[in-house]
């Protein structure tokens, strides 16, 4: 039986959300075909003696160190197949401004932006000429954490601070009144939109996403042309960034074209989470869909196995639930 090792925790802003998307993997690994274990990440260097032994390391890292193709790395260089993107198309996806710059370069509509190094590099003009309102963003951030939707120059500059203080470049981007949705790409083949709706805030901030009520999110149908164009910028991206096994493209949609926002290599898996969602619609129980993930990730990364040496994995226990997933009513997790 393979030993399957659910990574979680890790040292990004988003470690709470980490927890949740492992303890609902470790609930739902099929205990049939594998022995599920948890491994909590608590800094950088843990990593490498934490997955010595493991067959599979089922990634349930958000953010930097983990979505961005560092642990990646780690894991290539000990031989131990990993789950979800690889190393490039992980770093791309975690910078906003490379990968937007990337699929606009194929067609893919994107909101226009500024990409700033240095404070000293905001240019009140250039965020004028852009256009207010505008969104200022943490170029690598998650979660909307350091995120500011600024209406006027007023408030321009402690926007552009706060974001700097989450990352070391930040986005200015041109603020896109929109109808939200999702779409979860699963081996290549997109799985049902979903459409979100923030309840009480402006747009997608952390409390949306987190707090009990803070978002409406369903699959929803979209009108025939709209679903071809939405299909076709996801699957662009998905292929551009070099993306493999499963990912998520955020979007916005206005007049009837949608502007893509950034593309998640490691989604939320939590319950309630977007992806698992729209492939409960598409058929996939939450353990189908983590053999679909296993299995695929497993195919992408044929050859690394037989360089795994089996050594043990010591002090850790084995979590397990029932199979098919668990709604929480109102309980909302994005990332
Ligand atoms: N340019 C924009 N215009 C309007 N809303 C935006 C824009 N950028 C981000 N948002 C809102 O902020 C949320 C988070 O932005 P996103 O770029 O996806 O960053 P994160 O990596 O934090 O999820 C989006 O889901 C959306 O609701
Ligand atoms: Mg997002």
Redesign the pocket.
Known sequence: MKKVGVIMGGVSSEYEVSLNTGREMLKHLDRSKYEGVPVVIHSREELVDAVKGLDFALLALHGAYGEDGTVQGTLETLGIPYSGSGVLASSLCMD?HLSKTIIRSKGVHT?D?LCLDRLEDLSPEAVEALGY???V??N????????T?VNSSAELRSAVEKAFAADRSV?I??????Q?I?CPILGGTLLPVIG?R?LG??????S??YELGGAEERVIQLPAELEERVHAAALACYQALKCTVYARV?M?VKNGIP?V??V?TLPGMTGTSLLPRSALAAGYSFSGLLDEIISGSLAERRGMEAAVEKQGVPGIQDVHGEAGIQEVQGVVN??
């Open positions: 906003k909101p932006w309102p505008v969104m963003k943490p690598s951030g998650g979660s909307s954490i350091g995120m939707k986005l981007e041109e603020y896109t009144e929109g939200e999702t979100i923030s805030a402006d747009w997608f901030d952390y949306a996403k955020d916005l502007y926002l950034e998640n994005y990332v």
